[in-house]
């Protein structure tokens, strides 16, 4: 890529030191520049891109793309919104790879990383081979690659794509985040379907307000080159984006859900130990997914399946596939007489929600350990705290990802919900031995918060931690000593 496409796709409002140059590389960490490369002076939250342009240029940047010019005797391109030219110029250099991928993507505040899994079995299934982008991992060409985050950088997202490509993926299954959107991050990508699952609080300690994050997911429907919708009528953002989406003559926009004026409406509905039975589309399926809030889950990749034009067969295999999801409300048995579940619920409704599910589990008692991160929307804490006080028969408060936060403050702020009795024990692995210690025959711990994560943050530090290896660790204990 020339410097002189460069400019064509951005449009600078002024070059400056302007040279022909050629461009090896994009970058936008001063620590990953390599020669050649044209390096995007971002401003974060922490730090901002201009401040690292001289060190960038050092490590061999031949051009720079600026808000503000910098002193530098590279070529530099001033632009308003350094995040959105490196989404430009990102999809160009990696020649667009959106358009020949099928991506799939889905949006929502709880079932990404569940929906994702489940289009990626029927994406399979069907033969699409699939590469996938979430939470928990990727997966390029087959083969498994730890996440950096939910929605990486432009660069990243771009790179990462044409790399599935170049391995053979001829799909992708994508998890697309509310800051992926409103930092431009996806803004390169051609989504040939996406899907929106519900929207409760979250992220306000980035979004500000609960209509600002509904505008930052509403943005991925509405823009030069909008997506065939999958919309959840379940949820009342969800019904509000299908009316706003079919006023402006949005097409197509496939709807799912319970309600009876559904596009794709679950019938037939059997939920039980071993997963659920249910009828939707014409299709009869079988997941070994357990609770309602997993058969919406599955409606969501049935809606999608449909706007990819998918096979029956495929969507019924690739559904039964799914045995389980990392950290998304997944047992851990050793064979001990009552259920321990891992769940990544880090909001109310999410907590709620799988609260509600252990109860329909249970034979005795549901026992919640969960906490609150640190550094994040405070204002969810007391309703964190009221979500376990209407689930749960015992609440344990522990730490979650203090961050650099005191933990017991933390916890003070989820107590002023808990208007029942509740236990308090801030170190999480010790609040995780107690509640298992504590259960009968017939009682559900539900360990929740943290879910697939494997460390626990305090005070810049990252130590490593699982739910799911604590909870396994304490079973084992309390099977040696009985």
Sequence with gaps: M??????????????????????????YDSRAVVPGALFFCVRGERADGHAFAGEAVERGAVALVVESPVDAAVPQLVVSDARAAMSAAAADFYDQPSRELAV??????????????LVFAILASAGRRPGLLGTIESRVGGERRPAMRTTPEAIDVQRTLREMLDAGDRSCALEATSHGAQLGRLAGVRFSALAFTNLSRDHLDFHGTVEQYFEAKRSLFVNDEPPPAALNLDDAHGRRLAAELRAIGHEPVVTFGFREDADIRATDV???????????????????LLGRFNVENVLAAVAVSRLLALPDDAIARGIESVRGVPGRFEAVDEGQPFSVIVD????????????RTARELAAGRVICVFGCGGDRDQGKRPLMGEAAARGADVAIVTSD????????????????????????????ALAIQQAIEAARPGDVVLVAGKGHEQGQEADGEIKPFDDREVSREALRRLTTSA
Excluded: M
């Excluded at 799939?104 to 899994?117: E, L, M, S, Y």
């Excluded at 029942?420 to 024990?425: L, Q, S």
């Design 2 to 27: 020339t410097l002189e496409r460069v400019i064509e796709v951005l449009a600078p409002a002024a070059v400056l030191n302007d040279a022909a140059t050629d461009i090896r590389e994009l970058a």
């Design 104 to 117: 799939a993507g889905v949006t929502g505040t709880n079932g990404k990383t569940t929906t994702c899994f």
């Design 270 to 288: 059997e939920l039980g130990r071993d997963g659920a039975q249910l009828t939707a589309s014409g299709i009869a399926l079988r997941t070994p």
């Design 344 to 355: 990544y619920a880090h909001t109310p409704d999410s907590l709620e929600t799988s609260l």
């Design 401 to 428: 990802n203090p961050r650099s936060e005191d933990p017991k403050a933390i916890v003070d702020e989820i107590t002023q919900g808990l208007e029942t009795d509740f236990e308090v024990e801030l170190d999480r």
